[in-house]
């Protein structure tokens, strides 16, 4: 997951095997993507893009921000073979990034655990901290799960198994966490999806008048 990114975004994918008995890593070949045109067309045709991408030589030295880079064996390797790369791109109506704070008691003003958090795919994502490639927790925003404000300033999000209580600074930031994780945005874009594709089959299903010689009509 790429978060708080935009389309022009260059992606680096290197495989590597790793030899449980040495406990080394072997690289074995590289792939750099230029993103932008197929994350464009993803968004165009509403579908995932996969593609077949050839490895070849290590041109960057892939590491986690943050963190030290990763170290391989055979670095000097031509690189051979293919990967499939598959795109999910999500959109910044119904997705967002930022810092969140849980309130791990009942009290508003009690202990507080902050969160770099990322929204998508109808699911919260919650990071230690950002750059973090790993969540540690992920909340389900799907069929079953209760989003409500919570005295005015906190928002409530209920699952069959747990409760959180997540709030930011700023009514602004607020108001915006609450809307999307809510699906507001999303169902309001969907809504008016729905309403323009009905006018669109309406329009199109209208009789089409047959042709008149008459040139006064």
């Given at each position: ?15 590597y ?5 040495l406990?080394k ?11 932008s ?46 990967i499939?790369?598959?795109i ?5 109506v119904?997705?967002?990034?930022g ?37 540690k ?15 005015k ?8 198994e747990h ?8 009514a ?7 809307t ?6 999303r169902?309001?874009?969907?809504e008016g ?25």
């Open positions: 997951m790429v978060y708080y990114s935009n389309s022009l975004v260059t992606l680096s994918f290197t495989v095997e790793r030899d449980e008995s406990l890593s072997n690289f074995l070949g590289q792939a750099t993507v230029d993103a045109n197929h994350l464009q067309i993803a968004f165009l045709c509403g579908k995932y893009q996969r593609y077949k991408i050839s490895l070849g030589p290590l041109k960057m030295s892939p590491h986690e921000q943050g963190k030290a880079t990763f170290r391989m064996d055979k670095v000097d390797s031509p690189g051979t073979g293919k499939w790369v598959e999910q791109p999500f959109s910044n119904d997705s967002k990034c810092e969140l704070e849980e309130i791990l008691s009942a009290l508003l003003k009690g202990a507080r655990k902050k969160w770099y958090a990322v929204l998508a795919n109808r699911q919260l994502f919650l990071f230690s901290q950002f750059g973090d490639s790993r969540p927790t992920v909340i389900p925003l799907h069929h079953g799960t209760t989003v409500e404000w919570h005295e300033k906190v928002i409530k999000i209920m699952t069959i409760t959180w209580f997540l709030t930011c600074p700023g602004q930031a607020r108001n915006c966490w609450y999307k994780i809510k699906g507001a945005y169902e309001t874009l969907y999806a729905r309403e323009f594709q009905a006018q669109f089959q309406h329009s199109e299903n209208k009789e089409i008048p047959s042709n008149n010689t008459d040139p006064d009509l």
